[in-house]
């Protein structure tokens, strides 16, 4: 049983840095991507960031050269690191880890919520 548990949303001034982590329990396995998403409102769903079990990235354009994602397979642990925030970055933010085999399976956190206002 796979739970993913997302935690470090919160209200943040324009500029301004958060990190958001995602807690999985159960195993990772090595083809496992794991994935930062996030939702505005009146949005849709959007891929933020991917990561592999290589730590090969991917980033949306809006938030190259802002975010970072990154994990540690030692203790199940996907990070967001989220600098130089802008409002437009208000959104909740989900984790994903997508499972590819044996089969493909999505394991979905609940979403944290990360406002950028002054």
């Known amino acids: 049983q796979v739970h993913v548990v997302e935690s470090g949303g919160g209200l943040v001034q324009p500029g301004g840095s958060l990190r958001l982590s995602c807690a999985v329990s159960g195993n990772i396995f090595s083809t496992d991507i794991m994935a930062w998403y996030r939702q505005a409102p009146g949005k849709q769903r959007e891929l933020v960031a991917s990561i592999d079990r290589g730590d090969s990235t991917n980033y949306v354009p809006s938030v190259k050269g802002r975010f970072t994602i990154s994990r540690d397979n030692a203790e199940n642990t996907v990070y967001l690191q989220m600098t130089s925030l802008k409002p437009e970055d208000t959104a909740v933010y989900y984790c994903?880890?997508?499972?590819?085999?044996?089969?493909?399976?999505?394991?979905w956190g609940q979403g944290t919520q990360v406002t950028v206002a002054s």
């Open positions: 994903l880890l997508q499972r590819t085999l044996p089969q493909p399976f999505s394991y």
